[in-house]
Nanobody
Framework: QVQLVESGGGLVQAGGSLRLSCAASGRTFNSYVMGWFRQAPGKEREFVAA????????YYADSVKGRFTISRDNAKNLVYLQMNSLKPEDTAVYYC???????????????????WGQGTQVTVSS
C-alpha cells in the first residue's frame, strides 16, 4: 500500500513562497504520474500540477502556470511543489496524488489517481 505524506504548508504573505514536499512509501514499483490537487473552503477539488515519473514532463493548471514548479527526486521517492508569487486565492489544502498506471482519465481529473495524501494547509494572507 502506497502512502503519501505531505509537508511544507503554512502561513505566508501574498507575494511570498512556499515549497511543499510529498514523500511516497510502500512503493514496490515506479509511479506513472504524480501531482498536486488543492481544495479551498466551499470549492471543489482542483488540479494544480503533474509530473510524469519516468521522463519528468510536467503539466500545470493555467491558474498557477509561471508561478508554481513541480519536480521529483526519483531516488528518494519525493515530489516537490515550489510555489512563488503566492496569492490569497491560492489558499487551500494541498494534496499529493499518485497514478500508478496508464488510464484514459485525464490527469486533471481527481478520479484518475490511485493514492492521495492527507493534505497540507497553505494559507496566503493579503
Amino acid at each position: 500500500q502506497v502512502q503519501l505524506v505531505e509537508s511544507g504548508g503554512g502561513l505566508v504573505q501574498a507575494g511570498g513562497s512556499l515549497r511543499l514536499s510529498c514523500a511516497a512509501s510502500g512503493r514496490t514499483f515506479n509511479s506513472y504520474v504524480m501531482g498536486w490537487f488543492r481544495q479551498a473552503p466551499g470549492k471543489e477539488r482542483e488540479f494544480v500540477a503533474a509530473i510524469w515519473w519516468s521522463h519528468g514532463s510536467t503539466y500545470y493548471a493555467d491558474s498557477v502556470k509561471g508561478r508554481f514548479t513541480i519536480s521529483r527526486d526519483n531516488a528518494k521517492n519525493l515530489v516537490y511543489l515550489q510555489m512563488n508569487s503566492l496569492k490569497p486565492e491560492d489558499t487551500a489544502v494541498y494534496y499529493c496524488v499518485d497514478r500508478t498506471k496508464v488510464v484514459a482519465t485525464p490527469i486533471t481529473r481527481a478520479g484518475g489517481y490511485d493514492y492521495w495524501g492527507q493534505g497540507t494547509q497553505v494559507t496566503v494572507s493579503s
